[in-house]
Structure formats: C-alpha cells, structure tokens
C-alpha cells in the first residue's frame, strides 16, 4: 500500500502537511511533516510529495545501521529513530530526490534541519491521516495505480522543476 497522489485535485490547501505534523509531531507545523506540497506559480499547480514505499526501497537496501525496515503489518518503509544515526545515506539513494539537493531539502524522506531527524512517511501504521483529511481526494491510498496519478519521474519531474523555480526567484538572483 502507498498513498497515490493526483496533483490535479489538488488545490494546495496543504491540510495533509498539517495532519501529518499534528500527527506525528503534536505541532501543526508543515516543515515536519512526512508530505510536503509543492508550489509552482508560473503554473498555479500544486503537487503533494510522499514517499512511495519502494517495493525495491533503496533507503531500506542502503541503512547502514538497518534503521530502516519493513512494516510486517502495512508493508511500510519505516524508520526506526532509536537505530538511525542521522548519516543521511537513505535519503542520497531515494529515487525521489536529486542528487544536488541537501538531505535537509528533498521531500520524500529528509532529515529535519533542527532535530536531524529522519522524516518519512510510515503510512501512520495502515490508515494515511494525510489521506483520511484531503479535501479534494488528491491523495488515495492504494495497492493499485489510480488514473491521473503522477509516477515517480513525474514527481522527480516535479520536483526538478520546482527547484529551478526557486532558484530563479532568490533574491539578488534575478537575471542569472
């Protein structure tokens, strides 16, 4: 099971990332959240990023520690915080993320910058809160594909684009 995501219902609410945090967290606070939403202005498009729980899992292959594991219960890739030593080796082999991003900015699993922290979607042990509460039905969690859900080189698609976006609009970059 994974949770799909269909970033045409999207409407960038972002309530999935305010779950996940209360969930997860106890804070309403999106930065700690296990989806985070991208934004694109130039094409008012939003796209939910999760991890979407590899069959292969190359974050679980490559812990050295074997922090990560599988869920017997929900087949989620999960994390165990106690075993993981923050060494961000999962996070450079996720298929969604690029290899320039930092640890601390990719999307689908990433280490939080104050606590070091491994964020990554564990499926809130079978039932996706994030899902329970969209609005729009953008996320579904499935076994399945779902029509009009992005595959994972579209989210990198995504992701790769909106990372020129953000290049492009630093401040005291502009013209570069």
């Known amino acids: 099971m994974r949770v799909a995501v269909i970033p045409s219902r999207c409407t960038g609410c972002r309530v999935c990332e305010l779950v996940c945090s209360e969930v997860h ?15 694109f202005d130039e094409t008012v498009q939003d796209v939910p990023v999760v991890c979407q729980q590899c069959v292969d899992a190359p974050c679980l292959e490559a812990c050295p520690q074997e922090a ?3 869920d017997i219960k929900t087949n989620a890739v999960v994390v165990d ?19 320039a991003v930092d640890p601390q900015q990719k999307l689908a699993i990433r280490l939080d910058e104050k606590s070091q922290m491994l964020l990554k979607c564990d499926l809130c042990d079978g039932d996706p809160q994030c899902v329970k509460f969209c609005p729009t039905e953008a996320l579904i969690f499935t076994k399945k594909p779902v029509e009009g859900e992005f595959s994972v080189e579209e989210m990198m698609e995504a992701l790769e684009y909106f990372l020129q976006q953000k290049e492009l609009s630093l401040p005291g970059q502009e013209g570069k």
């Open 68 to 70: 990560i594991s599988r």
């Open 81 to 99: 915080q106690e075993l993981c030593i923050q060494c961000g080796t999962c996070v450079s082999v996720c298929v969604i993320g690029l290899d």
């Open 25 to 39: 967290e106890g804070t309403f606070q999106p930065s700690k959240a296990r989806i985070q939403v991208l934004s």
